[in-house]
């Protein structure tokens, strides 16, 4: 688990442990995670430490990426496509193949068949918040070439709300995909897709 310590990895790690799974996260502050379980591992590092990333995916059966950009108008470069490309790396050394991540519309899929707004919206946030559009285009970028079995989300509007138990997934201008999700129901559909290969090579769009 990657990203383990952000709103929606945090939902992420409690939602694998209360599913049984065993769970190592690489996490650059401890004392933000807020669940102690003794199936939890913490590797603590910095993204950049490829020795950290490695000893982290070593023995996984998957991976999960919760890792996203700060919406910060002044960002001018960051660390997480390239975080991305060392864990895409760590992941061919040592087998595993299924990876699952975040993004947001304002990347597409071949599958999109986008209207005016959804043309807009990537514009939109490249003018106002530039340096988050390319963090989310390099990971992007970096998990559709990666040759694992990826599942790349991507969110519009995520919120702090309790879950209503509806989560639709699809593509733009084919489905009907809204814009906010709770937070707790992204973490949810990261989590299932370890056990579903339906978009196994794609990149839906979620919302409630």
Do not use: C, Y
């Not at 989310?136 to 991507?154: M, N």
């Amino acid at each position: 688990m990657f990203g383990g310590t952000g709103k929606i990895g945090q939902h992420v790690v409690r939602r694998l442990l209360d599913s049984g799974h065993r769970v190592t996260a690489l996490v650059r502050s401890p004392e933000k995670v807020t669940v102690a379980d003794d199936a939890l591992e913490l590797v603590v590092a910095e993204l950049d430490d490829t020795d950290a990333v490695r000893r982290a995916v070593k023995g996984a059966d998957a991976v999960i990426s919760a890792l996203g950009p700060a919406i910060d108008p002044f960002l001018r470069s960051g660390p997480l496509a390239a975080a991305t490309r060392t864990i895409v790396a760590a992941m061919h050394e040592h087998g595993v193949r299924r990876l699952v991540a975040l993004a947001t519309v304002s990347v597409p899929d071949p599958r999109d068949r986008p209207g005016l707004l959804d043309r807009l919206v990537p514009v939109g946030i490249g003018l106002l918040i530039p340096g988050a559009l390319r963090e989310v285009q390099g990971i992007s970028e970096v998990v559709t070439t990666s040759g694992l079995d990826w599942t790349l989300a991507r969110i519009t509007a995520p919120v702090d709300v309790p879950t209503n138990g509806t989560v639709r997934a699809g593509f733009l201008g084919r489905d009907r995909i809204g814009a906010p999700m709770a937070r707790t129901d992204v973490a949810a559909f990261l989590v299932d897709q370890l056990a579903d290969d339906t978009f196994v090579g794609a990149a839906p769009a979620i919302s409630n």
